[in-house]
């Protein structure tokens, strides 16, 4: 089993730019979640979708962040206009029917 | 103030010694009770899941939970320098918000020979 796919590992912006972070969840799955880690305030729940749907937004900082799940085997998180705060480890996780939530090994994000 | 509450350490401990990490939590609604363990540069994942006030062993590990008191704990026995990593609590409410969990701000723990 591939285990929760993110891509990219790391990634390099200028402020203002876009960033799209990519999600490939275990197959089977049903239930996918994004969270943000800073060493300031921890591991973070932005948004996740149950069956491709979002469930529970409101960790969505603000409008300039903004997911997708167009299938149950991929998601995005978008970033736009990105801001040097939104530096973080962005995680994706997974489960099925379950609370057990596999993650992913995360993207770096740095925005100068 | 946070939800759930937990000393970031670090937490540094001789191989072979009893480590203990806790967490607080506040919300009376929350019902199930993890912790994840999580390695430099890497996902958490999954080390224990608990529902009920009590203990839950496994192998070197034993989670404790004590809703009277909102307080949940790690046990680790005869600790490895392959348990150095991050320890993370987590809870939620079960119900139409099981997926959403409350992390805990994470222990760094390194175990030295």
């Known amino acids: 089993d591939a285990g929760v796919i993110q891509s990219p590992r790391h990634e390099v912006t200028e402020m203002g730019q876009e960033v799209t972070l990519r999600c490939k969840p275990i197959s089977g799955h049903n239930s996918l979640f994004w969270y943000r880690q800073t060493m300031m305030r921890g591991l973070e729940l932005l948004i996740y979708f149950n069956n491709n749907v979002p469930i529970d937004d409101s960790g969505m900082p603000e409008d300039r962040f903004s997911a997708k799940m167009p299938n149950a085997s991929f998601s995005t998180l978008k970033i736009q206009p990105s801001e040097p705060r939104d530096s973080a480890v962005y995680f994706c996780?997974?489960?099925?029917?379950?609370?057990?939530?596999?993650f992913g090994p995360g993207t770096r994000l740095t925005v100068l | 103030q946070k939800e759930v509450e937990q000393d970031p350490g670090p937490l540094s401990v001789p191989e072979g010694a009893i480590v203990s990490l806790n967490c607080t939590y506040s919300?009376?609604?929350?019902?199930?009770f993890m912790w994840y363990r999580q390695y430099s540069r890497k996902g958490p994942e999954l080390l224990m899941y608990?529902?009920?006030?009590g203990n839950k062993e496994d192998g070197r590990f034993t989670a404790q939970v004590d809703k009277s008191s909102k307080y949940i704990s790690l046990f680790i026995r005869d600790s490895q320098p392959s348990d150095s990593a991050t320890y993370l609590c987590?809870?939620?409410?079960?119900?139409?918000?099981?997926?959403?969990?409350?992390f805990g701000q994470g222990t760094i723990l390194t175990v030295h020979p």
């Open positions: 996780a997974s489960s099925s029917h379950t609370d057990t939530q596999y």
């Open positions: 919300n009376s609604a929350f019902q199930y």
């Open positions: 987590a809870t939620n409410a079960g119900g139409t918000s099981y997926g959403k969990l409350t």
């Open positions: 608990t529902y009920s006030s």
